[in-house]
């Protein structure tokens, strides 16, 4: 299933997630939580567009947990792109994927070559570069 991290939502509009364990994956209600996390997502791109404020920014961590089965991983960019993709338009600035291992890139890249993202997506390699990408973007 998928976590939401959001205690850096107040100051700077950033929201980080990241999958559980392999065995989280085969548990029935997984299904049900990846759900709401993604619906919790959904509610932080209202927000913005209501409130007309910064832009979000979304971080995919893959370095903790497993990447999730690929029938979810289809489900997941599935309903984001027909249930969120007006807003991530308009209020989402661009998606961070912190990727630890050649596998996970591979099928991220799998992923997006089936749906396009709507807003630009970085795929790093270090924390490093999510702080560059980062501080980049405020001064712009």
């Known amino acids: 299933m998928l976590i939401l991290t959001d205690k850096l939502w107040l100051d700077n509009h950033i929201i980080k997630?990241?999958?559980?364990?392999s065995e989280d994956w085969k548990k029935v209600e997984s299904r049900i939580l990846t759900t709401c996390v993604l619906e919790q997502i959904k509610s932080h791109l209202t927000e913005v567009k209501e409130n007309g404020s910064k832009r979000m920014?979304?971080?995919?961590?893959?370095?903790?947990?497993?990447?999730?089965?690929?029938?979810?991983a289809l489900r997941i960019a599935h309903y984001s792109h027909t249930?969120?993709?007006?807003?991530?338009?308009?209020?989402?600035d661009f998606t961070i994927i912190y990727v630890?291992?050649?596998?996970?890139?591979?099928?991220?890249?799998?992923?997006?070559s089936l749906y396009s993202p709507a807003r630009p997506v970085h795929i790093v390699h270090t924390k490093k570069e999510i702080k560059e990408i980062i501080m980049k973007n405020e001064k712009n």
């Open 100 to 112: 630890t291992t050649p596998n996970q890139e591979t099928w991220i890249n799998r992923l997006l």
């Open 17 to 21: 997630v990241h999958s559980s364990t």
């Open 83 to 92: 249930n969120m993709k007006k807003l991530i338009v308009e209020a989402l």
């Open 57 to 72: 920014v979304l971080i995919i961590d893959l370095s903790k947990g497993c990447f999730p089965p690929w029938f979810e």
